[in-house]
């Protein structure tokens, strides 16, 4: 094989290598994406309630990166006629700098009142606000879609714009 034929084919792997990479990106984050919409589409049809703090504290939780500061809360509200109190996920987050923890925390002193959604097939179970109810798409989904896009737009201008260079390997 001729040097010239050599570096076509590795221009080609190279290529079909970065597009096939891309698209892998694209297809996880798609896939990972419709499983949080999926989740994300059964909440948005429970009750919203207002409920009171009823207890808040923070949790520092070791992991491999790092130290991240956990908001653990529970609620109180009343339901079609009864009091419950729940554990709601996504109310409060975790925070990487402690500041921001301790500061959610301050914020939400036991009595605070805050909105959440009530399954109304089992009311124990609330969610906090969906944060990402302004975006049709889960986060996942448009982080994947966003990737993609920049990846390949990236690849065809870098393959479409790349000057031959000579071979110099004879």
């Known amino acids: 094989m001729t040097p010239e034929k050599q570096d076509l084919l590795a221009q080609k792997i190279v290529k079909y290598f970065f597009f096939s990479f891309s698209f892998l990106i694209f297809v996880l984050f798609t896939i ?24 808040i504290s923070m949790e520092e939780e070791h992991r ?60 124990i179970q609330s969610h906090g606000p969906l944060r990402f109810d302004y975006i049709k798409l889960p986060p996942l989904v448009t982080l994947g879609i966003f990737l993609g896009i920049i990846v390949l737009a990236t690849g065809f201008f870098y393959f479409s714009h790349q000057r031959k260079l000579p071979n110099v390997m004879k």
Do not use: M
């Open 32 to 55: 990972g994406g419709y499983g949080i919409e999926e989740h994300y589409a059964q909440v948005r049809t429970w009750s919203p309630v207002t409920a009171k703090v009823h207890s």
């Open 64 to 123: 491999s990166k790092g130290t991240t500061y956990c908001i653990n809360s529970q609620i109180i509200y009343d339901y079609n006629g009864a009091s419950y109190t729940s554990t709601p996920r996504s109310l409060f987050s975790c925070h990487p700098i402690k500041v921001y923890a301790q500061k959610t925390l301050n914020q939400n002193p036991p009595g605070t009142p805050v909105q959440v959604l009530v399954n109304p097939k089992d009311p």
